[in-house]
């Protein structure tokens, strides 16, 4: 079966554009997360999405935002972006909500400069 | 709200040594709690988890963690380290609240070094 994939793995961006990130879970599985991960904070929680809803949703700002289709493929949205935004996004898939089992895709690196 | 602590920042271990990574969750009731581990330049890997039942748990790769409630901890050993062991490792516990589901909630992880 395959894993999770995502695109674009790398990134460069201009302070104040906006950038689409994809995911695509491991077939079978309904509930997508994304983190974000930086050297200063760590892995830390973005949000959520199981059968197309946001389930949950961590402490970002609203420049951050995310959507599931009907296949379970995930996309998140970074708006007006800012150089601390840099970071590798991970998703990942899980085939219950929350608390579940999740398995990482290998990441998006963003560079914003 | 729940959190993890990883003690160690770094760590270093001879090859064929054994290992213990230290991992102390807060959390209101039993947890879900995982091992990841990651390589440089890659996502996370699932090491193994404990839902219930026995709280000595077998991993992949030779890893094992013993869940002790008393103590709020899961730590992760291995017997003898190899040198591909040499990773960043990630404890993570998973709670529900409310009927809802709230995520995974990581440690901020502990260099594992390994000594020739």
């Known amino acids: 079966k395959a894993g999770v994939t995502q695109t674009p793995r790398y990134l460069i961006k201009t302070r104040g554009q906006q950038v689409t990130l994809s995911c695509s879970p491991i077939?079978?599985?309904?509930?997508v997360s994304w983190y974000q991960q930086t050297p200063g904070q760590g892995l830390q929680f973005l949000f959520e999405?199981?059968?197309?809803?946001?389930?949950n949703k961590g402490n970002f700002p609203g420049r951050f935002s995310g959507r599931q289709f009907s296949n379970s493929r995930s996309e998140m949205n970074v708006s007006t972006l800012e150089l601390g935004d840099s970071a590798l996004y991970l998703c990942?898939?899980?085939?219950?909500?929350?608390?579940?089992?999740?398995?990482f895709g290998p990441g998006t690196r963003l560079t914003v400069t | 709200a729940q959190s993890v602590t990883q003690p160690d920042i770094h760590i270093t271990v001879s090859e064929g040594a054994s290992l213990e990574l230290r991992c102390n969750y807060s959390y209101g009731a039993t947890p879900y709690l995982f091992w990841y581990v990651q390589s440089p330049g890659q996502g996370l890997q699932l090491l193994l988890k404990y839902f219930s039942g026995d709280t000595l748990v077998q991993g992949i790769k030779g890893f094992e963690a013993e869940f002790k409630r008393s103590q709020s901890s899961f730590n992760l050993r291995k017997p003898s380290v190899h040198w591909s062991d040499a990773a960043e490792y990630f404890c993570?516990?998973?709670?529900?609240?409310?009927?809802?589901?709230?995520?995974?909630?990581f440690g901020k992880g502990t260099h594992l070094i390994i000594q020739p």
């Open positions: 077939s079978g599985h309904r509930s």
């Open positions: 990942a898939s899980s085939p219950g909500v929350g608390g579940s089992e999740q398995y």
């Open positions: 999405y199981f059968s197309e809803t946001q389930r």
């Open positions: 993570a516990v998973g709670a529900w609240s409310g009927g809802g589901a709230d995520g995974l909630t």
